[in-house]
């Protein structure tokens, strides 16, 4: 998915210059390249990149439509492809931000290749950056930041740079799961409230517990309110990275997908295990407590699972633990079409393991959930032995 409105500013810029050299390119250029653009538009990537090779391959002046050939192949998961595009371009290049571009998407195509998150934005902090988004305004005046789907206000002028840039890293990171890696068309208010205190006074639908949320509302005029709610400092006075890490990503998700289902009910473990998905890094302690639920710790059977619309405060832990790895588990297994599909069906009004059964193609099988209930739950209890081993194996010196 492109990073923001660069790489659709690029490619307009791209189609505008094709057109300007009506002397060397034909006028068919300018009708190809809008026509990928619109193919784009609507995520039919094979026609995309059908239409920008016709046109890369028509002559070197239309070597700039390299880049439409490589946000299909990006968007479609081939990455190796799709960096042999982005090179095309980059070599097509005049202006040193478009090449700048191209880099930081190569940079992102390994990434995704080799299956690897950036690191988790707790671990850059220096403790002299954390000091500073310790700091309240003195006068309690907000400050305001924008970036191209969030307006952000905290209390800190530092943070709200800061949560505005990790914003959109999560949403980036939801859509390319979620919304198939087509960009979210919307604006979404961020308020960081200096402590809890100020958070409970503010989102007042928010549970007592929490220490974030998500309003999705139509208000009488018609307005539509998109809001995300945070706080800034934790309940020792210190500043919550939690809040980047976890709860700034998971209450997005939530939002998203309350947006995408609509009036269409979401399964609560299939909602909340996509939300702790988004977090900027996986909870291990959640995938070890899953593995042992599955061997009898207070299981959850997935028949189960899959129907709760809410869980009792002592099964709560195993709940979010099963959620978050059967989700995994169907990421891992689903191409990011099938999985599009599938939440379509849901929304459509599937059942979730008919969903699953429809998106992957399997004829109708009574026995489909069984079979998925015990390969998922063999996979998690390896998972869960395995990160066990890890903690137990002796370490140097030991």
Not at 109 to 119: F, K
Not at 144 to 165: P, Q
Not at 312 to 320: L, P, Q, S, T, W
């Amino acid at each position: 998915m492109p990073s923001g409105k660069t790489a659709i500013l690029i490619l307009t810029a791209s189609a505008a210059a094709m057109a300007a050299v009506g002397a060397v390119s034909a006028p068919s250029h300018t009708e190809s390249v809008q026509q990928a653009l619109d193919a784009l538009a609507r995520n039919d990537l094979p026609l995309a990149e059908r239409l920008g090779v016709g046109v890369v391959r028509s002559g070197p002046s239309a070597g700039r439509a390299w880049l439409i050939v490589a946000e299909a192949r990006h968007r479609a998961g081939r990455f190796t492809q799709a960096i042999d595009a982005y090179r095309q371009f980059q070599g097509a290049c005049q202006s040193r931000s478009e090449r700048a571009y191209a880099a930081e998407r190569i940079q992102r195509c390994r990434r995704e290749a080799a299956g690897v998150r950036p690191v988790p934005i707790s671990e850059q902090l220096t403790a002299e950056q954390r000091a500073r988004f310790l700091v309240v305004d003195s006068r309690h005046r907000e400050h305001n930041e924008s970036t191209e789907h969030f307006i952000v206000r905290a209390y800190n002028t530092h943070l709200a740079k800061l949560v505005g840039r990790q914003a959109e890293v999560s949403l980036e990171r939801i859509c390319r799961t979620i919304l198939s890696g087509q960009d979210y068309p919307h604006t979404v208010e961020i308020n960081v409230w200096p402590t809890i205190k100020e958070y409970r006074k503010h989102a007042t639908s928010a549970p007592e517990w929490s220490g974030g949320s998500f309003v999705l509302r139509r208000e009488e005029d018609g307005r539509i309110v998109r809001r995300i709610d945070l706080t800034q400092l934790d309940e020792k006075g210190l500043f919550d990275v939690e809040m980047l890490d976890r709860v700034l990503p998971h209450e997005m998700c939530h939002l998203v997908l309350a947006e995408l289902f609509g009036e269409a009910v979401c399964p609560l473990a299939l909602d909340e295990g996509l939300a702790m998905l988004a977090e900027a890094s996986a909870d291990n302690s959640r995938i070890v407590l899953a593995g042992s639920a599955m061997t009898g710790e207070g299981k959850i059977p997935l028949a189960r699972l899959l129907l709760m619309e809410r869980c009792a405060k002592d099964e709560a832990a195993v709940f979010y633990a099963e959620a978050f790895s059967f989700a995994d588990y169907l990421q891992s297994r689903m191409t990011r079409r099938q999985f599009g599909e599938m939440l379509d069906h849901v929304k459509a009004g599937r059942p979730l393991d008919e969903a699953i059964q429809r998106a992957l193609y399997v004829p109708c099988d009574e026995a489909f959930l069984g079979k998925l209930a015990r390969a998922w739950e063999a996979e998690a209890i390896k998972q869960s032995q395995f990160l066990r081993a890890l903690d137990e194996a002796p370490t140097n010196g030991s």
